[in-house]
């Protein structure tokens, strides 16, 4: 009985936590737990204090004294050492950090119930990189960014700009020369070239600025003085005054200033005043500077500086032609020759493509450079057949090579390597084709392929054609649309009854004027033309193929004729009358002349083009 009222003997909250506290074990036990020693004292215990989460673990040996026997000597001990003592916070982590690890990708694809389970991401797909096939070599030689090199077919030029350079060696360096020419005729580029090899020779100062940089003529001669001198020699002032006195300076002086101004006409457009000033500071004789100007225009000093001519003071006048076909074929050539060594064949364009550039771009504009963008679009088309040949014999290839049948099995993860070896794909394959191609072997551009690329650079359709029209012209060609249209819906309205032989869609030039005049002054939309003006304007047109003569009896179009034969059958152009009889038709479909009417009076020929004052 006294046993069991010992047992039931209450105790404070605070005990029964100090004396569990060495019992109580966590659900996880680490790694690191001590080894059971079988020399230890089994009446000793040691409680290790990780407080703070220091990896430094203290040690606390538990004895009698640590805890004392009777409740009292406890409860004295506790009331003393209360701000020492530290609980024991436990250093496992209550929760699991899911993203504390690395999700690992598992190798293969998981089986489950017999079929392979499909990947529910989707695969970044890899940005294919350009293979660089051996035309690189061939298009680089064609690009604007190219090194022109010597210029070829330009002696003339070369020599009378070389001559007139020459004067910076003298003592009187002055003067002034105008370079003009259409675009593409190598100007720019020969200046250049002939002034660099002065500078070298030479100490001439040189300053070269693109006038379509310029923002004002205040912007022009701050750019000039920062090129030929140093700013910060020179006062703060007006630089207009400052580049006078440095060009032409009132002492004896023995620099020379080269200054070379592109695109002069642009300057036009923002102060004529300061283009004079340039131009008269090269002509006088104290002057400095040797001016030498580019521009397209080949009559811009006599349009726009007339002022310069009545003071006598005419600059000198360097014309650039354009390329003749010669031309142009000796410098495609020469720049495909520089690719293989002397002898050998001509690589990536065929000779008679290149007549054929040459002749084409020569009797358009005899632009260079674009003979030059022709030839890279052509290299550029045939790179593009030579890979898709390519492509397809090695799907051909792998077709052939592929069994019929296959066995059925897991397929290793796409993400990761296999231990086999990657697959040749198409694109690793194609690679290595089109590296077996060389200068030597690289199918070249043909006639067919040059063919294609001029037809599209130099095409002149209807559409273009019809852009190049004025008013009065489009007014004429939709009131003969608005004309015919009206006609044919007059033919379906009887069509039961037999057609006349003589009667046809097709209105006579008196008529299309007739129907001209009332279209343009319904509400007073245009002031028509006069029956002379008319006739030439259809004239125009049909020169342009937008407007064809029609046979009066069928309705077909005319064949066209020799001036005799027009004379044998009495001379339709002969006489205001038999051209006021004759019928036209009209060779361009409404729907493309709805489309190229815009701007400027866009909506009176749309009430023409109606034809609602016909009704």
Same mark, same amino acid.
């Given at each position: 009985?006294?046993?069991?009222?010992?047992?039931?003997?209450?105790?404070?909250?605070?005990?029964?936590?100090?004396?569990?506290?060495?019992?109580?074990?966590?659900?996880?036990?680490?790694?690191?737990?001590?080894?059971?020693?079988?020399?230890?004292?089994?009446?000793?215990?040691?409680?290790?204090?990780?407080?703070?989460?220091?990896?430094?673990?203290?040690?606390?040996?538990?004895?009698? %004294?640590?805890?004392?026997?009777?409740?009292?000597?406890?409860?004295?001990?506790?009331?003393?050492?209360?701000?020492?003592?530290?609980?024991?916070?436990?250093?496992?982590?209550?929760?699991?950090?899911?993203?504390?690890?690395?999700?690992?990708?598992?190798?293969?694809?998981?089986?489950?119930?017999?079929?392979?389970?499909?990947?529910?991401?989707?695969?970044?797909?890899?940005?294919?990189?350009?293979?660089?096939?051996?035309?690189?070599?061939?298009?680089?030689?064609?690009?604007?960014?190219?090194?022109?090199?010597?210029?070829?077919?330009?002696?003339?030029?070369?020599?009378?700009?070389?001559?007139?350079?020459?004067?910076?060696?003298?003592?009187?360096?002055?003067?002034?020369?105008?370079?003009?020419?259409?675009?593409?005729?190598?100007?720019?580029?020969?200046?250049?070239?002939?002034?660099?090899?002065?500078?070298?020779?030479?100490?001439?100062?040189?300053?070269?600025?693109?006038?379509?940089?310029?923002?004002?003529?205040?912007?022009?001669?701050?750019?000039?003085?920062?090129?030929?001198?140093?700013?910060?020699?020179?006062?703060?002032?007006?630089?207009?005054?400052?580049?006078?006195?440095?060009?032409?300076?009132?002492?004896?002086?023995?620099?020379?200033?080269?200054?070379?101004?592109?695109?002069? %006409?642009?300057?036009?457009?923002?102060?004529?005043?300061?283009?004079?000033?340039?131009?008269?500071?090269?002509?006088?004789?104290?002057?400095?500077?040797?001016?030498?100007?580019?521009?397209?225009?080949? %009559?811009?000093?006599?349009?726009?500086?007339?002022?310069?001519?009545?003071?006598?003071?005419?600059?000198?006048?360097?014309?650039?032609?354009?390329?003749?076909?010669?031309?142009?074929?000796?410098?495609?050539?020469?720049?495909?020759?520089?690719?293989?060594?002397?002898?050998?064949?001509?690589?990536?364009?065929?000779?008679?493509?290149?007549?054929?550039?040459?002749?084409?771009?020569?009797?358009?504009?005899?632009?260079?450079?674009?003979?030059?963008?022709?030839?890279?679009?052509?290299?550029?088309?045939?790179?593009?057949?030579?890979?898709?040949?390519?492509?397809?014999?090695?799907?051909?290839?792998?077709?052939?090579?592929?069994?019929?049948?296959?066995?059925?099995?897991?397929?290793?993860?796409?993400?990761?390597?296999?231990?086999?070896?990657?697959?040749?794909?198409?694109?690793?394959?194609?690679?290595?084709?089109?590296?077996?191609?060389?200068?030597?072997?690289?199918?070249?551009?043909?006639?067919?392929?040059?063919?294609?690329?001029?037809?599209?650079?130099?095409?002149?359709?209807?559409?273009?054609?019809?852009?190049?029209?004025?008013?009065?012209?489009?007014?004429?060609?939709?009131?003969?649309?608005?004309?015919?249209?009206?006609?044919?819906?007059?033919?379906?309205?009887?069509?039961?009854?037999?057609?006349?032989?003589?009667?046809?869609?097709?209105?006579?030039?008196?008529?299309?004027?007739?129907?001209?005049?009332?279209?343009?002054?319904?509400?007073?939309?245009?002031?028509?033309?006069?029956?002379?003006?008319?006739?030439?304007?259809?004239?125009?047109?049909?020169?342009?193929?937008?407007?064809?003569?029609?046979?009066?009896?069928?309705?077909?179009?005319?064949?066209?004729?020799?001036?005799?034969?027009?004379?044998?059958?009495?001379?339709?152009?002969?006489?205001?009358?038999?051209?006021?009889?004759?019928?036209?038709?009209?060779?361009?479909?409404?729907?493309?002349?709805?489309?190229?009417?815009?701007?400027?009076?866009?909506?009176?020929?749309?009430?023409?083009?109606?034809?609602?004052?016909?009704?």
């Amino acid at each position: 009985m006294p046993a069991i009222a010992l047992g039931k003997r209450s105790r404070r909250a605070v005990d029964i936590e100090i004396a569990e506290t060495p019992s109580k074990r966590t659900r996880r036990q680490t790694r690191s737990s001590h080894l059971n020693d079988e020399n230890a004292d089994p009446q000793a215990a040691t409680i290790e204090d990780n407080a703070g989460g220091s990896d430094t673990l203290i040690t606390h040996e538990i004895t009698e %004294d640590f805890f004392p026997s009777t409740p009292s000597k406890r409860a004295r001990q506790l009331n003393d050492g209360k701000k020492d003592f530290k609980l024991v916070t436990p250093s496992t982590p209550r929760f699991r950090d899911a993203l504390s690890r690395v999700p690992v990708t598992p190798r293969h694809r998981v089986m489950s119930s017999g079929r392979v389970s499909k990947r529910q991401t989707p695969q970044t797909p890899f940005t294919p990189a350009a293979i660089q096939t051996v035309y690189h070599h061939a298009r680089q030689l064609f690009s604007r960014s190219a090194d022109p090199g010597q210029l070829i077919g330009r002696d003339d030029e070369r020599r009378h700009l070389t001559e007139y350079l020459q004067r910076c060696k003298s003592s009187t360096p002055s003067g002034c020369i105008y370079v003009s020419g259409p675009p593409g005729t190598g100007k720019s580029a020969m200046v250049n070239e002939v002034s660099e090899a002065l500078a070298q020779s030479t100490s001439i100062k040189k300053a070269y600025v693109n006038c379509m940089s310029i923002k004002s003529s205040r912007d022009l001669y701050e750019t000039l003085l920062e090129q030929v001198s140093d700013p910060s020699d020179f006062p703060e002032g007006d630089a207009a005054t400052i580049l006078q006195k440095l060009l032409m300076p009132r002492k004896k002086s023995t620099s020379v200033y080269l200054v070379i101004l592109d695109e002069i %006409d642009h300057i036009l457009t923002l102060d004529l005043e300061s283009l004079y000033k340039v131009f008269e500071w090269s002509m006088q004789k104290t002057s400095r500077l040797m001016l030498v100007g580019i521009a397209n225009a080949l %009559d811009l000093t006599d349009r726009f500086l007339p002022r310069l001519k009545s003071r006598n003071l005419k600059p000198e006048l360097l014309p650039f032609l354009p390329y003749s076909a010669t031309q142009i074929k000796a410098i495609i050539t020469s720049r495909l020759k520089s690719l293989v060594t002397e002898g050998s064949q001509l690589p990536f364009i065929h000779p008679a493509a290149i007549e054929l550039c040459s002749r084409k771009v020569s009797s358009q504009t005899g632009d260079l450079r674009k003979a030059f963008e022709i030839c890279r679009r052509a290299i550029d088309l045939v790179e593009m057949e030579t890979k898709q040949k390519h492509e397809a014999e090695i799907k051909e290839k792998i077709l052939l090579s592929t069994p019929s049948r296959r066995p059925l099995g897991e397929r290793a993860n796409l993400s990761s390597p296999s231990r086999e070896g990657p697959e040749k794909d198409v694109s690793s394959m194609l690679a290595l084709s089109l590296k077996t191609l060389t200068i030597e072997n690289a199918p070249r551009v043909s006639i067919a392929h040059l063919s294609k690329i001029t037809a599209a650079a130099f095409s002149n359709g209807t559409n273009q054609r019809l852009k190049t029209l004025n008013l009065q012209q489009k007014a004429a060609l939709c009131s003969l649309t608005a004309l015919e249209r009206r006609a044919k819906a007059s033919q379906d309205l009887f069509a039961s009854k037999s057609p006349s032989k003589t009667r046809t869609a097709a209105p006579t030039v008196k008529l299309l004027y007739e129907t001209y005049s009332l279209l343009c002054t319904r509400d007073s939309v245009l002031h028509p033309l006069s029956g002379s003006e008319f006739r030439e304007v259809i004239g125009s047109l049909e020169t342009l193929s937008l407007v064809s003569e029609v046979d009066g009896k069928t309705g077909s179009l005319a064949m066209l004729q020799t001036p005799s034969k027009r004379a044998k059958r009495g001379g339709l152009a002969v006489g205001v009358g038999l051209v006021d009889e004759r019928r036209v038709a009209s060779c361009v479909g409404e729907r493309e002349l709805g489309q190229a009417i815009e701007g400027l009076g866009a909506d009176i020929l749309k009430s023409i083009l109606s034809g609602e004052a016909l009704d």
